[in-house]
């Protein structure tokens, strides 16, 4: 049975270098791993206390919990803007919160470039307040000096190709995949 894993853009840009980088780790699965993204960030409503109740809870906030409980890990790929996470993103991270099956989740963080100084550390904290398992053999950064680039682009290159595959496949196993 191959592993599943979520998948989370923190950029709502249609051209985001993020979201090149989710599609092509989903072009460069291997064998045995199976991606979905998670594309409602925007659709989410604001988060609030007091709607967190199961009475209360918006409908794709049971969704987006459902999904996150259904998958056998998730794959965040965040932008850093003005020194901090997207504050969409970040309300996507607040509504996980309550989600039961979160604890001990598997997660893997991936970035294209290395130039973000805040963003990357501030999503490892937060992730580890949530109690989420960071899996470093899954983390990677491309480490590119651009931004603008396509999926096509970041899979014919074969240093990125091979990073993405080789964090997949570390990810696989961590989520008791075959080896």
Known sequence: MPVSLLTFCGSLRAASSNLALLTAAERLAPEGVSLERYDAVADLPHFSPDLDAD???????????????AADGLLFAAPEYMHSLPG??????DWMVGCTRFPGKPVALAHVSDRHAFAPG?????LRTMAARIVP????SLGLATNR???????????????IRQALTGFRKACGGPS
Do not use: G, M
Request: charged share 40%.
């Open 149 to 163: 680039l396509t999926a096509e682009e970041i899979c014919e290159d074969a240093r990125s190709s091979a990073l």
């Open 55 to 69: 009475e209360l809870l918006p409908e794709r906030v049971r969704d987006l919990r459902d999904r996150v409980a």
């Open 122 to 126: 501030q999503l490892e904290e937060v």
């Open 88 to 93: 969409s993103f970040k309300n996507t991270l």
């Open 137 to 140: 053999e899954a983390c990677f």
